[in-house]
């Protein structure tokens, strides 16, 4: 069928005549966060269900209407509450008036979860529905409020057989009630917005990304309520701010038409617009459709503008049969804001521990010793291994307003932490139950000790890679880090140093991010003496250094080993209301650009983008090099957070946030961002830093150095040890992120990660067993085509930065 056959017959279904020369396309949804500032039950009962009651009534009077839920999360929960209304939800959805606009749990955030929990959230929301009899599989995925999307979201969502996406905030972009700056002083040189608006002057294109990816694209550049008004006056119906009373008048929902269409048709290179109506919470417009067929009836004649309800994804069908009028683009929409990427660190961290946690219980779940357990494919909707609640909860916390740390605190405290301790608990259990059978675990032999020297308030320390010199005398911090051939300077002091900043900033944001905002160092723990406590130990040399910023205990630990050139650190405390903390190091590396990996692959970034300093969301590794591929310093997390680089040298690593909420002039708060959170506890970062030599990130095999922090999360190590036991892997830079029971299908599914090797070859095999058959994947376990084997060896050229294999 052509591109002028498919257009037409899309046309005739949605009513569109074939004259029409410009077509606005509604497509209605409403926004919903799981937990933000009331916990899921009270915004399920203020709200959802009121929501969702009214939208199957309207769908079932208006048989041409089309109604959107973005994620599965309160489609679930309304499913259970409601058992009455689930033939009505199922046959609303399999006749395409429910629309899914992505199969996932939540609208996750794509920066800060892990890969895998990304890719699983798919996943779960895929197999809910298909263990209900809801036949939509979606090829879209929307975010309509994530702050800032992965540059890799192209690879990403290709991975889990996703091909489109519509999202709504990038950086450079105006967003009512999260700026009291002008519109004007916004789309600034080099932001995504500016590219958009104003060099490629379009919101509708392909977006590419640097591993390969690719996806058809809109940009609610006048966000995703943008069509909310249509038949009221006021201000917003927004649950926020609501001011607004009904007025479906002719003249009204008229007048706000071509306010739409003078507002997106200037870039619009087809003749489809879009307007988004789905603002949080907001309930359906009542009559919708036969609000614009008035129009279309008195209207369109003398405007030439047809209006229809329709689907995003109706929307992107329309759209993607012009292709040919659409730029193909690779950017980075970020930095969005960056205060989230390390606001309350200890909810990251305890979000990360139950995705090692699952991914641990699954690998053993697979050993020989459990291999009555897995006694065939599970049928839809059944849970062998008892770990679907677990998950179900480990890819809410993806969703962006709870691995963000942007929930209230008395959602964070209610309801997200215990929701993932009890998650935790679930799968801890699991792994007690699946560890009865196995083998002990393998004796560790102790870290071999590297040379050290104490005296006189100093400590030297030598290795064969390099050699530190830290000082008593200069807060516990490094002085001074030498290569020991040459005597070449890898650190200038002090490094190590823990920066204590006023942070007028909050959840969001960094103070330093708007006007009237606050960043100020206050205070250095180089500035004051502080003793230096040396230990031996079977991690290596352990090297402790307690120190007081703003009257708050912070705890900095290195551990230094013979055999090995990473140098680990940690951090541990908390920061006081009002601050961030940052760990700094002089590098003396003087460069232009930054390399670093985000879910999907590894991109390089300027070291400023609009904010001085730029803290750039640090997923793994954070790489500076000089120029022409000279000596670097990699900069490794064990979860995401932080980073920034300053002219000069010197890095700095976000160790501890407790920034409250965003105020302008110390007490202008903004209406999009009422939350004031506190970071409650003591938490851990852990780090380490990485010297080259020379060489790039892939010659380093960076993409993995994070794993020499595996000795600070244990289920990560245990994964490793055990799935090693099960595959082999050729090359070894292929890693393998999962390897789990098929929830669709037989077999084992196995997830590969390796970013910077599109197209090369990967060969895998079972150490125990043989492999029957074997097939290319999607994320959503859906086969793609059979895959060689030969001498026992599967045979894999990596379509992307990601791939999943089935086994069996």
């Excluded at 920061?575 to 390089?604: C, H, K, N, W, Y």
Aim: glycine share 8%; net charge neutral; hydrophobic share 40%.
């Amino acid at each position: 069928m052509s591109d002028t056959t498919t257009e037409s017959h899309i046309r005739q279904r949605l009513g569109i005549p074939p004259e029409a020369r410009q077509v606005l396309v509604f497509a209605e949804s409403s926004h919903w966060d799981p937990n933000w500032l009331y916990t899921s039950t009270g915004y399920f009962e203020r709200y959802v269900r009121g929501n969702l009651d009214m939208a199957l009534e309207q769908l079932e009077r208006q048989p041409r209407r089309v109604y959107s839920i973005e994620c599965m999360f309160f489609l679930r929960m309304y499913w259970e509450a409601c058992p009455e209304n689930q033939e009505r939800i199922r046959r609303l959805v399999n006749q395409g008036q429910l629309r899914l606009t992505s199969s996932g749990v939540t609208t996750a955030d794509t920066l800060l979860p892990h890969t895998e929990a990304i890719l699983r959230d798919f996943l779960l929301g895929q197999e809910w529905l298909r263990a209900n009899g809801l036949a939509q599989e979606p090829r879209l995925a929307y975010f309509p409020d994530s702050f800032g999307c992965s540059p890799h979201l192209p690879s990403l969502l290709n991975a889990a057989g996703f091909d489109r996406t519509a999202f709504t905030r990038v950086d450079g972009m105006f967003f009512m009630g999260c700026d009291y700056d002008l519109p004007s002083r916004f789309q600034w040189p080099g932001s995504t917005a500016a590219l958009l608006m104003k060099q490629k002057k379009t919101l509708d294109f392909y977006w590419r990304d640097n591993q390969g990816g690719q996806l058809l694209c809109h940009w609610n550049a006048y966000a995703y309520g943008q069509g909310d008004m249509l038949a009221y006056s006021g201000f917003a119906r927004v649950y926020l701010v609501p001011y607004y009373r009904a007025d479906p008048s002719e003249k009204r929902v008229a007048s706000r038409i071509r306010e739409y269409v003078k507002q997106l048709a200037p870039y619009s290179r087809t003749p489809y617009l879009f307007c988004p109506i789905g603002y949080d919470f907001n309930a359906p417009i009542p009559d919708l459709v036969e609000l614009l067929e008035r129009y279309n009836q008195h209207q369109y004649p003398q405007t030439g503008v047809w209006a229809v309800n329709a689907g995003l994804d109706d929307y992107l069908a329309l759209v993607e049969c012009q292709r040919e009028k659409l730029p193909v683009l690779e950017f980075d929409p970020n930095p969005y804001w960056t205060g989230f990427y390390s606001a309350r660190p200890s909810l990251k961290r305890l979000s990360h521990k139950l995705t090692d946690t699952l991914l641990l219980a699954e690998c053993l779940a697979l050993q020989p010793e459990n291999s009555t357990l897995i006694a065939g494919p599970a049928p839809a909707g059944q849970d062998p291994l008892g770990l679907d609640e677990a998950w179900w909860s480990a890819a809410v916390a993806n969703h962006h307003d709870f691995i963000t740390g942007t929930g209230s605190d008395e959602v964070v405290e209610g309801e997200q932490v215990p929701m993932l301790q009890k998650a935790l608990e679930q799968a801890q259990a699991a792994i007690a139950h699946l560890q009865a059978n196995l083998p002990p675990p393998a004796e560790v032999r102790s870290a071999p000790l590297p040379e050290w020297q104490q005296g006189q308030g100093r400590l030297v320390v030598r290795t064969p890679f390099y050699t530190l010199e830290l000082s008593e005398e200069s807060g516990g911090c490094i002085t001074r880090a030498w290569l020991p051939e040459n005597q070449a300077l890898l650190l200038e002091g002090p490094s190590n140093d823990l920066v204590s900043y006023r942070d007028g900033g909050g959840l969001w944001r960094m103070g330093h991010e708007f006007p009237g905002g606050t960043w100020r160092e206050l205070g250095r723990a180089s500035q004051k003496p502080a003793r230096l406590e040396v230990s031996a130990g079977e991690d290596g040399l352990l090297v402790s250094c307690t120190v007081e910023l703003d009257g708050m205990p912070l705890t900095r630990r290195l551990w230094l080993r013979a055999d090995s050139p990473v140098l680990r650190g940690q951090v541990e405390g908390q920061a006081l209301d009002g601050r961030t903390v940052t760990v700094r190091f002089a590098t003396e590396i003087e460069t232009q650009s930054l390399v670093m990996d985000q879910p999907g692959g590894v991109l390089r970034r300027p070291i400023e983008k609009k904010y001085r300093p730029t803290f750039w969301p640090l997923h793994s590794f954070f790489f500076v090099q000089a120029a022409a591929e000279g000596r670097g310093v990699a900069f490794l997390r064990g979860i995401p957070g932080a980073a920034a680089y300053r002219p000069g040298g010197a890095v700095e690593l976000v160790a501890q946030r407790n920034a409250n909420q965003e105020k302008a002039f110390g007490r202008v708060t903004f209406l999009g961002m009422p939350v004031n959170g506190h970071e409650r506890r003591s938490s851990v970062i852990d780090y380490a830093l990485l010297f080259t030599p020379s060489g790039d990130w892939l010659a380093n095999r960076l993409a993995g150095a994070s794993a020499a922090l595996n000795v600070a999360y244990p289920e990560r190590a245990r994964f490793e040890v055990w799935a090693g036991r099960l595959v082999e892997i050729d090359p070894p830079a292929a890693q393998l992120l999962a390897i789990k029971p098929a929830s669709r299908g037989e077999g084992w599914i196995l997830r590969l990660w390796a970013p910077g090797q599109a197209g090369q070859r990967v060969r895998l095999r079972l150490r125990q067993g043989e492999v029957k058959k074997t097939c290319l994947c999607d994320a959503r376990e859906r086969d793609l085509r059979p895959l060689p084997v030969r001498e026992g060896w599967v045979e894999l050229e990596l379509p992307g930065s990601l791939a999943t294999v089935r086994l069996i």
